[in-house]
């Protein structure tokens, strides 16, 4: 399963340690760093549009995105796929 916050997460800390190069990174390049399928980033990169944190033409962060970057700069950032856990059920005869 995928979180897409976990993945907003991801996004916006790369992006803000690539602005700070001056780098300009790509949709299939974030979405390989990340480890998710392209379409789950550009998924998350439109949703970070809407709220005005990510400029998605440019995939460049707001002012808004890079404060929360800032902001979790020092934070250990959830994995962007959940485990899957399966219960046990038992079988009745």
């Known amino acids: 399963m995928i979180d897409h916050k976990a993945i907003a997460a991801h996004v916006l800390r790369h992006l ?3 602005q700070s190069k001056g780098r300009l990174v790509r949709l299939d390049e974030l979405a ?3 480890g998710v399928r392209r379409e789950d980033v ?3 990169v439109a949703q970070l ?3 005005g944190h990510v400029d998605a033409a440019r995939l460049r962060l707001t002012m808004t995105g890079l404060a929360i970057a800032a902001c979790m ?5 959830a994995a962007p796929r ?5 219960g046990y ?3 009745v005869a």
Not at 73 to 77: A, N, P, T
């Open 42 to 44: 550009r998924d998350v």
């Open 16 to 18: 803000a340690a690539a």
């Open 73 to 77: 700069r020092e934070c250990k950032l």
């Open 49 to 51: 549009h809407t709220e």
């Open 82 to 86: 959940k485990e899957r856990r399966y």
């Open 32 to 34: 390989m760093t990340i």
């Open 89 to 91: 059920v038992a079988r």
